[in-house]
């Protein structure tokens, strides 16, 4: 078993996107599921000691996904999904948004473009994600809200899950 597998969190400033390339030891239909079925998302998608819960997913094109983050304290924060495009089992794009719980969009928070890839070689699963945000302040003001930190957290945490359903 392969165990330093990639890690790499790049922010370009001059396309004011974020650039993330991770790799899992599973297959590509395993990982192909924990980033598109809720029931596995949310084993994963938050940073501990938070917790993801979803309150509706369709993943299809034009289909959303609408997620709370749960804090030790039990706050929530709302965030919704809305998939834009589906390859099966190498990519899908999807735009993203901070929300209240019934998936009203804040429009103070920026939004963001998620274009997400798989690719798998010898049983090395790589996802590779770009985030492209509409300009460098958008950028900026999610990576403050620490999402570098707590998006490593979760795709070790996702690391941890695939480990468990081999």
């Known amino acids: 078993m392969m165990h330093n597998l990639l890690m790499d969190f790049t922010v370009d400033k001059t396309t004011s996107t974020v650039h993330v390339k991770k790799q899992f030891h599973a297959t590509q239909d395993l990982v192909w599921d924990a980033f598109t079925k809720s029931e596995i998302l949310d084993q994963w998608w938050a940073p501990l000691p938070w917790l993801a819960k979803t309150k509706f997913m369709e993943f ?8 709370s983050m749960i804090g030790p304290e039990g706050e929530e924060h709302w965030a919704l999904a809305d998939y834009i495009s589906i390859s099966p089992k190498s990519n899908y794009k999807l735009e ?4 209240d719980a ?3 969009i804040n429009m103070e928070w920026p939004r963001s473009n998620w274009n997400v890839n798989f690719s798998e070689s010898n049983e090395i699963t ?3 994600i770009e985030i492209r945000h509409a ?3 958008d950028l900026e003001k999610n990576i403050e809200l620490g999402f570098k930190e707590g ?3 979760a795709l070790e945490n996702l690391t941890k899950v695939l480990s468990l359903q081999k």
């Open 60 to 67: 299809r094109e034009g289909g959303r996904w609408l997620y």
């Open 126 to 128: 790589t996802v590779s």
């Open 96 to 99: 993203d948004a901070f929300c």
């Open 135 to 137: 300009n460098m302040a």
């Open 102 to 104: 019934e998936g009203n």
């Open 151 to 153: 998006f490593i957290m």
